[in-house]
């Protein structure tokens, strides 16, 4: 991982902690080409969770927006999640 990318994870993980009080309720917002594996890759990372999960095409069809609501037991739970996302070619975490 690189150092600007190791930065990002120690500031939301500042955030996170400083923002919340947890276990809490987090949304997972991410953008992924609109090719249904990838999408399938990202909704069964949160399968068995009990996430809300939302999928929408953009106009053009590229890509695919999925919102995910859960219940996550802290803010390392959050970041290794992202890590996990981060595996997923094209994919852009909001």
Do not use: C
């Not at 600007?4 to 400083?18: A, G, P, S, V, W």
């Not at 399938?40 to 990372?45: G, Q, S, T, Y």
């Not at 009990?50 to 609501?69: D, E, H, M, P, W």
Request: cysteine-free; overall charge neutral.
């Amino acid at each position: 991982m690189d150092k600007k990318t190791e930065e990002f994870y120690i500031r939301l993980k500042d955030e996170l902690t400083n923002t919340s009080i947890w276990p809490t309720e987090y949304l997972y917002k991410f953008i992924v080409p609109s090719d249904k594996e990838k999408v399938l890759k990202v909704e069964d990372a949160f399968n068995n969770m009990g996430a809300v999960i939302k999928s929408q095409k953009s106009k053009t069809g590229k890509y695919t927006s999925v919102s995910i609501s859960v219940q996550m037991k802290d803010p390392d739970h959050v970041i290794e999640k992202y890590k996990e996302m981060s595996t997923i070619e094209g994919i852009i975490s909001l």
